[in-house]
């Protein structure tokens, strides 16, 4: 008999072993080459097919794999991967999985979608192509991990992004290329072996805490086999079970008074530290780590004086500024967030301008559920519409380092409205190149009606998890009525991660008068503190003086 053990850490997945039904379709053969893995690799042949802006939520044809992985520990994703020709337009491929979420747990590069991660063999600008090389969804950096949603088997899809590209392995590694690359990016010969485990009674040490599956395999002499499977909890995170984030609610409340939001019947680990974060849908801020890239202008870069250390940034090749966005754009970076329909927004971001240049301030930003006041779309992702953000405040503002802006030039922007949509999501397109991001703030509250710093010299950085959020119960106040998203995350140790949704149905503070009677009118304490007469609004009759019931009829978002 032969015994082989699946730890789930670390992942190698050869094209030699992959079955006729992971290759759907005709473009993607199963071919020898030499200096493959096993001799055997998995090929695109070159079409000169124009490269894809986006991948198909459903192609004609893909390959896919399946493998088990452990929820919530960071995976690093790599290719071994050649372009014919050493074309750099026949390096890269699109890149989707089943279960994939981002350090937050927010679900990205999902397979039946139209996101992904874009696995490109050159590893930036003219750094060249040469035989077979490693490289991971970065381009000319380290790329982020990758996480899922739950542990066990996970599927990995890989459809057309150009044509013309083989690769003969996949890695995904929680731990010896957690943060190195398996071989070189150019002329590489390394093949990576199996990291399965033998023999009736085997060990393995975990580098990363987290609930691992754990598959044995059984195999006779005769080619029968059969296979069991189990989990392994390392470190502090126990199962699944033992770690829940519960957020309670729904929630209710009025504008301007502070609601309670319980989230102590979440379950934590006994004998470990659990962090809350408790985000409330009314301020959204968007770090360089929420962002990700597709197409080649845009990357993530070091940078000490951002939030987190990283930015995104749009490096400046001279290129004009675009007069008009692009609906079907090449390359952008997007994140998805969570906020209330029909609640004014304003939208910030923290720029710099290369070299300080009014020609390298400015970008485009759309969504995939915004409305006008009125509920007509507009600025959406796939249109010519879009808020054009820059950072010089008005003609001869000036520039200096770091600075917030919005879509107003010299004035403050209108607010932004979102429809019925549980998700948004917001994309950067190119205006002018030169520019780097390092936060997106989206605000019905605390940045309302001001930036959250100054628009030049700027030093001022907001936080995820705003003040007093970060605790098991936690009070919050809106500025504005609406049904809000409300999100809670726990975490443990350094792999634990669990999330919840609920919502809070906020609905306008009613000031009473002294002396309030029949056929008087109530009124509402609005945005800004005015006071205004209300639409659908009555005195109940029958009632005393000083008793003074209203009721408010409110349109339910």
């Known amino acids: ?47 000169n097919d124009a490269k894809l802006a986006a991948p198909a939520a459903v192609p004609a044809s893909y390959v896919e794999a399946r493998f088990y992985a452990a929820a919530r ?129 085997s060990s393995h040490a ?11 395999t059984v195999l006779d002499n005769a080619g029968a086999a059969a296979a069991a499977a189990t989990t392994v909890s390392v470190g502090d995170t126990a199962p699944t079970a033992t770690l829940t984030a519960r957020a309670g609610g729904p929630y ?37 780590s929420s962002l990700r890239t597709v197409g080649t202008r845009w990357a993530s870069v070091a940078d000490t004086t951002a939030s987190t250390g990283r930015v995104m940034e749009n490096a400046d090749r001279s290129d004009p500024k675009i007069t008009t ?36 301030d400015s970008l485009y930003a759309q969504f995939s559920g915004t409305v006008s006041a009125s509920g007509a779309a507009t600025t959406r992702i796939g249109s010519l519409s879009a808020l054009a953000i820059v950072l010089e ?48 703030v989206i605000s019905a509250n605390a940045h309302r009606d001001d930036a959250p710093g100054a628009a030049k010299a700027d030093a001022t950085t907001v936080s995820v998890f705003g003040a007093g959020s970060s605790v098991a119960v936690a009070g919050h106040a809106y500025q504005a009525p609406g049904s809000y998203p409300v999100s809670l995350t726990v975490v443990t140790g350094s792999a634990g991660i669990a999330t919840d949704t609920t919502i809070a149905v906020i609905i306008l503070k009613v000031r009473f008068d002294d002396g309030l009677s029949s056929g008087d009118r109530c009124l509402a304490e609005f945005l800004g503190g005015e006071h205004r007469e209300v639409q659908g609004v009555e005195v109940g009759d029958g009632h005393a003086r000083d008793a003074g019931e209203c009721r408010i009829y409110v349109a339910r978002h």
Do not use: C
């Open 1 to 47: 008999m032969a015994y082989r053990w699946t730890w789930g850490d670390e992942v190698v997945v050869d094209a030699a072993d992959l079955p006729a039904s992971g290759l759907v379709g005709s473009r993607w053969t199963r071919v020898q080459v030499a200096g493959a893995s096993g001799g055997v690799a998995l090929h695109n042949p070159n079409r």
């Open 73 to 201: 520990v960071p995976y690093h994703l790599w290719f071994r991967m050649r372009a014919e020709g050493d074309a750099y337009t026949n390096d890269s491929m699109f890149v989707q999985f089943s279960g994939s979420v981002d350090s937050k747990g927010n679900a990205i590069n999902r397979i039946g979608s139209s996101n992904a991660a874009v696995a490109s063999l050159e590893e930036g600008t003219a750094a060249g192509v040469s035989g077979w090389g490693w490289n991971d969804d970065g381009y000319g950096t380290l790329a982020s991990p990758v996480y899922f949603a739950t542990s066990g088997l996970q599927t990995v899809r890989v459809q057309q992004r150009e044509d013309g590209i083989m690769w003969d392995q996949l890695v995904l590694s929680s731990s010896a290329y957690l943060t190195k690359r398996p071989g070189l990016t150019r002329v590489d010969t390394t093949i990576i072996a199996d990291p399965d485990g033998s023999g009736m009674v």
């Open 206 to 216: 975990y580098a990363a805490a987290g609930l691992y599956p754990l598959i044995l």
């Open 252 to 288: 209710a409340g009025l504008t301007s008074q502070s609601v309670t939001f319980d989230g102590s019947a979440s379950t934590v680990t006994s004998g470990t530290t659990a962090q809350y974060g408790w985000t409330f849908g009314d301020d959204v801020v968007l770090d360089a």
């Open 325 to 360: 966005a692009q609906a079907s754009p090449s390359s952008y970076i997007e994140a998805t967030f969570l906020a209330a329909a029909g609640v004014p927004y304003r939208l910030w971001i923290r720029m710099r301008a290369a070299s300080d240049s009014y020609s390298n």
């Open 393 to 440: 405040d008005g003609s001869g503002a000036g520039l200096q380092a770091w600075g917030w802006a919005d879509a107003g030039y010299g004035t403050l922007a209108a607010p932004i409205y979102f429809n019925q949509d549980a998700t948004q999501t917001i994309r950067i397109l190119q205006r002018e190149d030169g520019v780097r991001i390092d936060q997106i």
